[in-house]
């Protein structure tokens, strides 16, 4: 046997690690109780989403270049070849296409011109659809002329109409600077006009007008229509001739054409502006054209013309170039 046979021998770090006392357990900490869950909360019902009464958009030039070449194309001659209603014939011949110049255009577009070239700003109140190419309430005279007076063309039209068939009554919804106004209340020297104008700072202007034209047939009646057309209509006037250039949207036409046809007669006549200005009025004109009280329709595109005639035997509508 060796020298160090049956010898165990230990290692100095095992002895020290096995004879080193082990250290306490720490206790452990008491668990914190769970706090209780708070109770859901229930759930809120969906609201249904609010109906949008904004009005919609007005048709883009484009739009409204395809569609008047449309009605050109698919229209009645102008000269009323091939239109078999006699009274629809004779309004062709004497009235669209009477084109002599009265002694009042002059006075009246040398007005327009001013307005035109009149660059101060006044402050606008817009109550209808708004102006498709002024959005601010400052506005500059001169664009509201150049953007929302009626032209001569259709202004001088609508004075023929009133010269042809005399209306003694007539209302104008829209009075803008008076223009339009003066050609009706020019057309008729008899008759009472009442025209309403929603801004203040408009009717002055339209008032002074008058003035300078030496209108006095003319009663301007200011504010906000769905306020103070109520109260006229209540008057019971008859209605002989309208021109409704006011609010452009849909509901707002239609309640006029349904409050103004209560005091409306078999020979009464009804003119709106704009009826292919957008979706809107398009579709307000079908339910005007359409109504069961309306015997014929003329489509100008710029404007539509209803008459309520019973000698009519059936409902007519035309569109006739203009």
């Known amino acids: 046997m060796g020298k160090d046979a049956g010898i165990l021998t230990i290692n100095p770090k095992q002895q020290t690690t096995k004879n080193k006392p082990h250290k306490p357990h720490k206790p452990h900490k008491p668990h914190k109780p769970h706090k209780p869950h708070k109770p859901h909360k229930p759930h809120k019902p969906h609201k249904p989403p609010k109906p949008d009464k904004s009005p919609k958009p007005l048709y883009s030039l484009f739009t409204i270049a395809k569609k008047y070449l449309s009605y050109w194309l698919n229209a009645s001659n102008k000269n009323g070849h091939g239109v078999h209603s006699p009274f629809v014939f004779d309004f062709i011949i004497h009235v669209l296409n009477d084109r002599k110049k009265e002694p009042c255009f002059e006075a009246i577009e040398s007005v327009r011109t001013l307005l035109k070239s009149n660059h101060d700003f006044i402050e606008v109140e817009d109550f ?86 030496g209108i006095k047939n003319v009663e301007l009646i200011n504010g906000d229509f769905g306020k103070t057309l109520p109260p006229f209509l209540e008057k019971n006037i008859p209605i002989d001739f309208a ?59 710029f404007i539509g013309i209803v008459f309520f005639r019973k000698d009519f035997k059936e409902k007519q509508h035309f569109a006739i170039q203009f």
């Open 243 to 301: 021109f409704i250039d006011g609010n452009h949207r849909e509901k707002q036409t239609i309640d006029y054409f349904n409050s103004i046809l209560s005091h409306c007669h078999e020979h009464s006549i009804l003119v709106f502006d704009d009826i292919h200005w957008s979706a809107e009025m398009e579709s307000a004109w079908d339910f005007i054209k359409n109504h069961q009280s309306v015997s014929l329709s003329v489509d100008l595109f």
């Open 128 to 213: 209808g659809a708004g102006s498709a190419v002024i959005k601010s309430n400052q506005r500059k005279i001169s664009r509201i002329a150049n953007s929302s007076l009626k032209s001569a063309k259709y202004a001088q039209l609508l004075h023929r109409i009133v010269k042809y068939f005399r209306p003694k009554n007539i209302v104008e919804l829209g009075t803008s600077f008076g223009i339009t106004t003066a050609y009706l209340a020019k057309g008729n020297p008899d008759a009472q006009l009442y025209t309403f104008e929603g801004a203040s700072s408009i009717s002055k202007i339209a008032e002074n007008n008058f003035k300078k034209l």
